[in-house]
């Protein structure tokens, strides 16, 4: 009886053992058909879905070191090229390929730890003497951006995975630049074709590019992190926002970043979309020209014009306006502070200000407006004309004579948008599009360059903004938004500073 007991026993621990074999087989299986990890707590990858992102503005080339322009950073940036340092959607500092760092208490001195195990998409190894090499390469051939790098006097690696940076003195805006193009850490021991097919160690690879029509991005299998969720990213390039609509409508493409504001509520109602608004880094502006020879060299007359032009309904009108502003920066800048009140709309204190002049020293005011912006800038000119003395001549150009002509001093006014998170920094100089001088707001922004500690820095800019606005440097309206249009089935996408930074690692369909 007992023996019998004992094979019962045994047949069944046989039983369950192939039983359990099998199901390990069957899961095995089916996890690699999924395209699944079989590893307990490793990332998890989707199965090859693909998406299609549409976007207005394409690159001219992929060339980031030397391709001027946002839309070569928006396609590659984080996708297939990482840099040391990354900013998150609230525009906050946060480890990259560095993992942690270390700033002396003098700010010359800056230490790197990097990540463990890190590689290019072709299988080199990432470490030290890439940094290195990038940085040095970036200041010698004057790559885009690298003269941020400002005071930088030495670039050393300490082992494989230490970088150290010497600067001969403090530049609190040195993280932020190592978060740009400027902190890319390139393959050392590669020579690709950056113009079309560029190397990086990001989640993507290039796998196809169509100059001016589309850029496709493959899964890279190398990547030293969590995977892409989708296999494979085309990235499509569309002449107008009406072809962008539509193509995400018929589903052409999953996701579409507009560049003016859409018509929501018919978007609204198609319950297989789903709308989203950002914080954008782009803000619209009434510049001054303050060079000598323009009635804007007096600060009387700026603010006469502040007074003279209704922001706040300009804002609450606009569809792309993200909040109205009178500020020289926004919420995602270092050193913001809302000083939407500063000068508030009166026409009566326009009236008088400007009555201080003769007609004939206010002449004929030449206003310069892009062309997507002329109805915008009738209701400026109606409200400045009447308001003031000037007689207003409103002249629709595009972006490329707007600049020209800025840049010689030959307007009096002009509408204008500045793209960037520091962007304050325009003003500091008499040599820029504002030729805007003033000794003791410019040592403000010398004294802010001069902080040890990202602490002291927000603070001398928020004091530096402060004298900006108060000085009327120029007319500051509103803050743009970004739309994004999504079908409703697409996760994980980013909001904030699409035109900048399009992470893509996490988007996939549901």
Same mark, same amino acid.
């Given at each position: ?56 503005? =394409? ?168 995977? =892409? ?11 107008? +926002? ?26 609204? =109602? #198609? ?15 009434? @510049? ?18 502040? %007074? ?29 502070? +809302? ?17 201080? %002049? ?22 400026? @000119? ?7 003395? %000037? ?7 595009? #972006? ?26 325009? %003003? ?22 001069? @902080? ?10 928020? =004091? ?26 697409? #996760? ?19």
């Amino acid at each position: 009886m007992r023996m019998k007991k004992q094979s019962s026993w045994l047949r069944w621990l046989l039983f369950v053992a192939i039983s359990a074999a099998l199901f390990v087989i069957i899961w095995v299986a089916w996890s690699i058909t999924q395209h699944r990890s079989i590893i307990p707590g490793v990332s998890t990858l989707q199965s090859d879905t693909t998406v299609s992102v549409g976007l207005r503005t =394409a690159p001219e080339s992929l060339d980031i070191r030397t391709q001027e322009g946002t839309a070569v950073e928006q396609a590659l940036l984080g996708n297939v090229m990482e840099t040391l340092v990354t900013r998150d959607q609230s525009n906050t500092i946060q480890p990259g390929l560095a993992s942690k760092w270390t700033i002396s208490d003098d700010g010359l001195h800056y230490s790197f730890t990097l990540n463990a195990n890190m590689r290019f998409s072709n299988g080199h190894t990432l470490d030290a003497n890439d940094v290195v090499w990038s940085l040095q390469q970036g200041v010698n051939e004057h790559y885009l951006d690298y003269d941020q790098l400002t005071n930088l006097t030495a670039v050393e690696n300490d082992g494989a995975n230490t970088v150290n940076l010497t600067l001969s003195a403090p530049n609190p805006q040195l993280l932020r630049t190592l978060s740009s193009r400027a902190g890319i850490v390139y393959d050392s021991q590669a020579n690709p074709d950056y113009a079309k097919a560029p190397i990086g160690s990001g989640p993507f690879t290039v796998s196809d590019y169509q100059q001016g029509s589309s850029l496709t991005l493959q899964r890279n299998e190398q990547y030293w992190r969590q995977q =892409a969720k989708s296999s494979q990213v085309t990235l499509r390039y569309y002449a107008d +926002d009406d072809s962008l609509l539509q193509a995400v409508q018929h589903n052409d493409i999953q996701l579409a970043l507009p560049q003016t504001a859409p018509d929501v509520e018919s978007l609204s =109602a #198609d319950p297989s979309l789903c709308i989203s608004t950002g914080m954008g880094t782009e803000k619209v502006l009434v @510049a001054f020209n303050s060079g000598t020879d323009s009635i804007f060299s007096d600060e009387q007359a700026r603010k006469a014009a502040r %007074f003279a032009i209704d922001a706040a309904s300009i804002a609450s009108s606009r569809s792309d306006a993200r909040t109205g502003t009178r500020r020289t920066d926004k919420p995602l800048e270092p050193g913001f502070e +809302d000083l939407t009140n500063l000068f508030p709309y009166s026409p009566s204190t326009a009236s008088s200000m400007f009555s201080y %002049f003769s007609s004939s020293y206010l002449g004929t005011a030449t206003f310069l407006v892009p062309n997507e912006y002329a109805d915008l800038g009738q209701t400026i @000119a109606q409200q400045l004309q009447s308001n003031s003395g %000037f007689t207003v001549d409103m002249q629709a150009a595009d #972006d490329s004579t707007l600049h020209t002509r800025m840049q010689s001093g030959d307007y009096t006014l002009a509408l204008y948008t500045m793209d960037g998170t520091t962007d304050v920094s325009a %003003f500091s100089s008499a040599d820029s599009v504002f030729h805007y001088q003033n000794g003791s707001t410019q040592d403000a922004y010398t004294n802010a360059l001069a @902080a040890t500690n990202d602490k002291d820095y927000q603070d001398r800019l928020n =004091a530096y903004a402060n004298l900006l606005s108060q000085d009327a440097a120029s007319h500051w309206l509103y803050v743009r938004k970004d739309f994004i249009i999504a079908q409703s089935k697409l #996760d994980g996408y980013t909001t904030n500073m699409t035109t900048h930074m399009l992470p893509l690692r996490d988007v996939a369909t549901r």
